[in-house]
């Protein structure tokens, strides 16, 4: 299971990266304490690991761009503190992503989905093996990060905006492009 470490948008620019560093401190020290059934994990090996054992996987999640207070060194902190995930923006924008609060009638994006920055982490998260999740992005975002993640990305707390009209969800022609051989999720030929 993941365990989402958040922080709110208000931290932005002030304690972000404090605040996490003590969620990701809670979630290990959870874990630590239920040990067992509960075991950290940080890879497919040791996931599987502890499933032959009957143990449950604690993995983390950090729920915010905002998080990373726009340092690459900061992002490769989380990773060796065992995130596998990044939510690139939560419900505000940072100051190189668009979240989905943009994609409101009415609103105006600030970054038209993401900077040239905002690609460097994609990348340096690809290179590290840590999920890009596009849960509570704009839809720019969504494009702009799909056209540069070499890896498969993660809607990690989203549905199908076909189903559930909300600027939060995914919609049809973002989903169509996971639908993809590259990342090996399923081939267009399929029904």
């Not at 950290?40 to 502890?50: G, K, L, M, R």
């Not at 989905?113 to 999740?133: A, C, P, Q, S, Y």
């Amino acid at each position: 299971m993941f365990w989402a470490a958040y922080v709110p948008c208000e931290s932005q620019f002030k304690d972000a990266v404090q605040l996490t560093l003590e969620q990701i401190d809670v979630i290990r020290r959870l874990t630590q304490k239920y040990s067992p059934p509960l075991t950290f994990c940080t890879s497919a090996t040791e996931i599987v690991d502890a499933h032959q054992k009957n143990l449950i996987c604690s993995l983390i999640g950090v729920e915010g761009g905002h998080s990373l207070s726009n340092s690459l060194p900061v992002l490769r902190i989380l990773y060796m503190l065992g995130v596998r995930y990044l939510t690139l923006t939560s419900t505000c924008n940072t100051q190189w992503a668009d979240s989905s609060l943009v994609d409101i009638p009415g609103r105006k994006a600030e970054h038209g989905g993401l900077t040239n920055f905002g690609k460097i982490i994609v990348r340096e998260m690809n290179r590290l093996g840590m999920m890009v999740d596009l849960s509570k992005v704009s839809v720019k975002t969504m494009k702009a990060a799909l056209e540069v993640s070499k890896a498969p990305v993660i809607f990690s707390h989203s549905s199908a905006r076909a189903l559930c009209n909300s600027t939060r969800n995914v919609p049809d022609h973002i989903l169509a492009k996971l639908i993809t051989d590259d990342f090996g999720i399923v081939s267009q030929d399929a029904g």
